[in-house]
């Protein structure tokens, strides 16, 4: 029987209030820390993944002979910001390279892996917090991740996009080459989209979709953005320890993969779990996922050079060989142990190949991308498998055992294979040992950091939306029907 509701427009409504009331809170917390003057800079000093914006404004009276007049001329003798339509069309292919990984491939993907009656909530989860996500990262997003702030978040200089405009620019990895900002805000608009999106994997099948959306605005603005701005932003905590991240090892993956685990424990486990069949309902459906995610995926790792240059080139290169290394290697350990290899092995692993290259694919060789790919298969096939039965978490799509061991991985052996003696980009004295410290240091800021945020967001969840998860009932029927109102198969 079909419960007819008006609750979930409630619940809906009551996650657009949050976030008036979070922007409020935090409006305080970055004002009381921080004390930024209304007059500074709408942007960073120029960095890799937090360019800064080009004011068109006229310098300040200067007396000749001084100091300033100095600073003055060398400014004078500076070249003009170029920005190069090359550039400016790959970022452009780069940023729908990403919302094709979203949308549809993560929701193909996911969608084939539930039971059938749970396929269109999958959909609609995945596309509504997708979209939810976007839109708040123009409202304020942006501005708390990448504008002025402190070490741990940003600034509100920024809030509703104030002061961007048309002309206005951002920095790339090269002196006096620019990106329109625009470009540059809604490429970061993506991950940032992609990663609450991931999250639904790990409670797919008895969550009550108004609680989803308000967990997705509770953990965006609380540990996204910080996480984003510390290990992104030129001021970040961890961009300064010298932390190594090119696409979103952390920021991305573990971020996600940590909030998934905590959302698969608070939620619990799904109704008949052990006693029914919960298998996937469509692997070719999977598989056309998995394939749109890889595709995708060169926007995102090699979209994260912002420029058309050699530095995309490696990180193109690596997305595309630590892939597939990592679909042989999970498919040679499950072979191995199971005596089978599976298309959905192959497509995990995939995935898991293609999590573990993000933070390392601007930074390593070839080769070292290679090994991280065939470590990756074997890693994750354990992480989905032993781990999961240890954690007794009912991480429904492995969101954890795919995305936040494979983002642990990574992190790590970007730290080993950024290296110039084994092919990395590292400078001549790069220590393997000391980058390695550094990334567990982001590794385990990430994990507790998004873990206490995760618990917060459901527990407010819970209460605003009297509860996580559907009636038993509503379970057993199915969450299309019961929560949408339709069916994905006639």
Not at 210 to 219: K, N, P, T
Request: with cysteine; proline share 3%; aromatic share 8%.
């Amino acid at each position: 029987m079909i419960k007819t509701s008006i609750s979930p427009l409630r619940r809906a409504a009551l996650a657009l209030l949050l976030i008036s009331g979070f922007a409020t809170a935090l409006v305080g917390t970055v004002v009381a820390q921080d004390a930024a003057p209304a007059e500074e800079a709408v942007a960073e000093a120029p960095v890799a993944e937090a360019p800064a914006a080009v004011e068109d404004t006229a310098p300040p009276a200067v007396t000749p002979g001084s100091a300033d007049a100095a600073e003055a001329e060398a400014a004078a003798e500076a070249p003009e910001p170029i920005v190069d339509k090359g550039d400016v069309a790959w970022m452009l292919v780069a940023t729908l390279l990403v919302v094709m990984m979203a949308v549809p491939g993560l929701a193909l993907f996911y969608g084939g892996l539930v039971r059938s009656k749970n396929m269109l909530s999958v959909l609609m989860q995945v596309m509504t917090v997708f979209s939810l996500i976007v839109v708040l990262w123009a409202v304020y997003g942006y501005s708390l991740a990448f504008v002025g702030g402190g070490a741990v978040f940003g600034s509100f200089d920024a809030l509703f996009l104030k002061g961007i405009t048309i002309d206005s620019l951002a920095a790339t990895f090269t002196d006096g080459i620019m990106l329109p900002e625009f470009v540059f805000i809604a490429f970061q608009s993506t991950f940032a989209g992609i990663t609450c999106a991931l999250i639904v994997g790990s409670f797919a099948e008895r969550i009550k979709f108004s609680a989803v959306l308000i967990f997705s605005v509770i953990w965006f603005t609380l540990s996204y953005l910080p996480i984003a701005h510390m290990v992104w932003a030129g001021n970040g905590y961890l961009y300064g320890k010298g932390a190594l991240d090119f696409a979103g090892g952390t920021v991305v993956h573990i971020n996600a993969g940590v909030a998934g685990l905590v959302g698969a424990y608070l939620v619990g486990k799904r109704v008949g779990l052990g006693r029914e069949a919960m298998g996937p309902h469509s692997l070719t459906l999977t598989m056309v996922g998995a394939s749109m995610l890889w595709v995708g995926w060169f926007g995102f790792n090699a979209g994260s050079n912002l420029e058309a240059t050699s530095g995309a080139a490696l990180a193109f290169i690596n997305t595309l060989f630590a892939t597939a290394a990592a679909v042989l290697s999970w498919s040679a350990i499950e072979a191995l142990l199971r005596g089978k290899a599976s298309m959905l092995g192959a497509a995990s692993g995939a995935v898991a190949g293609l999590v573990a290259i993000t933070p390392a694919c601007g930074s390593v060789g070839v080769m070292g991308g290679i090994v991280i790919g065939l470590a990756a298969g074997v890693f994750c096939f354990w992480g989905v498998t032993g781990l999961k039965r240890m954690l007794g978490a009912d991480d429904t799509l492995d969101v954890f055992g795919v995305h936040g061991l494979g983002g642990i991985l990574g992190a790590i052996l970007t730290g080993v294979f950024a290296a110039p003696s084994l092919g990395g980009t590292g400078a001549d004295d790069f220590s393997i040992g000391a980058q390695v410290l550094i990334q567990a240091e982001a590794v385990v800021i990430t994990i507790v950091w998004s873990g206490v945020v995760a618990a917060v967001a459901f527990i407010v969840a819970k209460l605003l939306a009297g509860g996580l998860r559907v009636s038993e009932e509503e379970e057993r029927e199915g969450l299309d029907i019961t929560s949408h109102g339709e069916a994905a198969y006639g």
